[in-house]
């Protein structure tokens, strides 16, 4: 890059810092933002070109209702490639807070690692711009709540990429728990697991950033670290490292804690505790590699735990091959039904189900998860997992991040949405960004609803 596309850049940056969090102006944003139009086409811009990202953004693109006007992304030769993909209409940006602002997109993927989704989310909130969202979410208590009001104060479409809750058998699932069938239920538990083994993902000697990446930038909000290639890869390797992505908890119990939450219509748990740590691995990283944590409800208690040095699976093993598996039990006074992603099966409690019917379908069955967005864009209405509802599974996932880290039990108050009685997990609650970004504080009072 030339000495003045760089101060350019770094002007444009440092200015719109200067005027609040994301640098969009009233200007812009009249400008930019609108709903979209029954007749047209919806204009989908992607932050983060990354394999995940541009999966989801080729879903969007087989649709003809939809075009690609935008893409975003630090690392130049994964923007190029996206740019190339759908050359004609896609134009590149390095910065998001451009591409918000330019007008050229009604909606936008966010697909970038954890560490940054809480401003883009809000950047993108404040640009009226619809978003669909990889999880985790966030990653501290005060992200989740300051983007669940952002959304209900501007009014945005959003979905979150927990794909597997359009599902038939996640659907199937949910019905099947709310018909009563299985009595009263007051345990559930829930795990994913995986090998590594003791090498992990491996070391790799120190290298500088490939030529076309902005490391900085990359690094945003979070703590600039040295430059590891693993670390830039891809999503599995950012659960390695835990200010990039908060470990496999946040990586994977969005997906698998959302079917009870979802099917039991549980609130917000009371009692978080969690225990764990670094314990086999030995590579470049600094996440646990084991985690324990037991959220407390009103009326059940619900686990969950992951490992990444051993992949038994119970119910879910097969095969006694390495592989990922993960699975969830509800245990009913009348019996257990066990799921995973594809499959369930219900276990009666001796002879307490005989005769018991399994419900009709009664639930929507969308047209997949992208499809149900860009569906709700048009219809402007919240889809089955937007922010409003997944934050009751990102809150208690963070919660338990917190937990882990303090080595204690927390408190919660679902009526405040505030942690009891402990001023240092509410001070660490707040998470404290790497200047010049800052966290968007304005956020944490909830708008009417």
Same mark, same amino acid.
């Given at each position: =890059? ?33 709903? %979209? ?12 070109? !990354? ?14 209702? /939809? ?105 199937? /699932? ?8 299985? !009595?009263?239920?007051? =345990? ?7 090998? +590594? ?44 490292? =835990? ?8 990586? =994977? ?12 219509? *549980? ?9 764990? !740590? ?14 324990? %944590? ?62 018991? +019917? ?9 047209? !997949? ?23 009751? %599974? ?5 919660? #338990? *991040?917190? #937990? ?37 504080? +304005?956020? *944490? ?5």
């Amino acid at each position: =890059m030339e000495e003045g596309a760089k101060h350019s850049r770094r002007e444009f940056i440092e200015k719109a810092i200067s005027i609040g969090i994301i640098g969009l102006s009233a200007k812009h944003i009249a400008a930019s933002g609108k709903n %979209v139009n029954p007749n047209e086409r919806i204009h989908i811009g992607l932050i983060g070109c !990354g394999g995940r990202g541009r999966a989801i953004l080729n879903e969007c693109a087989k649709y003809p209702d /939809v075009v690609i006007t935008g893409a975003c992304d630090v690392w130049k030769e994964r923007l190029d490639a996206t740019v190339a993909q759908f050359k004609g209409t896609c134009k590149p940006y390095t910065d998001f807070r451009e591409m918000l602002s330019s007008g050229e997109v009604d909606a936008v993927i966010i697909a970038t690692p954890p560490h940054w989704h809480t401003l883009q989310a809000i950047a993108a909130c404040e640009a009226r711009k619809d978003f669909y969202i990889e999880k985790p979410m966030t990653l501290h208590l005060a992200e989740s709540l300051a983007v669940r009001n952002a959304v209900k104060k501007h009014g945005v479409i959003t979905q979150v990429g927990t794909q597997i809750h359009s599902t038939e058998n996640y659907i199937r /699932v949910v019905e099947i728990i709310r018909s009563g069938i299985l !009595g009263d239920i007051g =345990m559930v538990k829930t795990f994913h697991v995986l090998n +590594q083994g003791k090498e992990g993902i491996g070391k790799h000697a120190p290298v500088k950033p490939p030529e076309g990446l902005d490391w900085d930038m990359w690094c945003g909000p979070a703590p600039l670290c040295p430059y590891h290639p693993v670390l830039a890869l891809s999503s599995y390797h950012h659960c390695s490292w =835990m200010d990039y992505s908060g470990g496999w908890t946040a990586g =994977m119990a969005p997906h698998i804690i959302d079917l009870p939450i979802w099917a039991l219509e *549980l609130a917000y748990p009371t009692l978080i505790s969690s225990a764990g !740590g670094r314990f086999v691995i030995q590579d470049d990283g600094d996440a646990y590699d084991h985690h324990y %944590v037991l959220w407390q409800y009103p009326k059940l208690i619900m686990s969950w735990w992951t490992s990444m040095t051993n992949s038994y699976g119970f119910d879910f093993h097969g095969e006694p091959l390495i592989r990922r598996r993960l699975g969830i039990y509800f245990h009913g006074t009348n019996g257990t039904l066990f799921a995973d992603y594809g499959s369930f099966k219900i276990v009666p409690e001796g002879d307490r189900m005989k005769g018991a +019917q399994l419900p009709s379908p009664n639930l929507p069955r969308p047209k !997949g998860h992208v499809r149900e967005w860009l569906d709700c864009i048009r219809e402007r209405k919240q889809p089955s997992c937007s922010v409003l509802y997944h934050v009751k %599974v990102d809150v208690p996932i963070v919660l #338990s *991040l917190l #937990s882990l880290r303090l080595g204690r039990a927390i408190k919660f108050d679902p009526a405040t949405e505030s942690i009891v009685g402990d001023e240092e997990a509410i001070k660490l609650a707040v998470p404290e960004y790497r200047h010049p970004w800052k966290f968007p504080s +304005q956020y *944490l009072q909830s708008p009417a609803a």
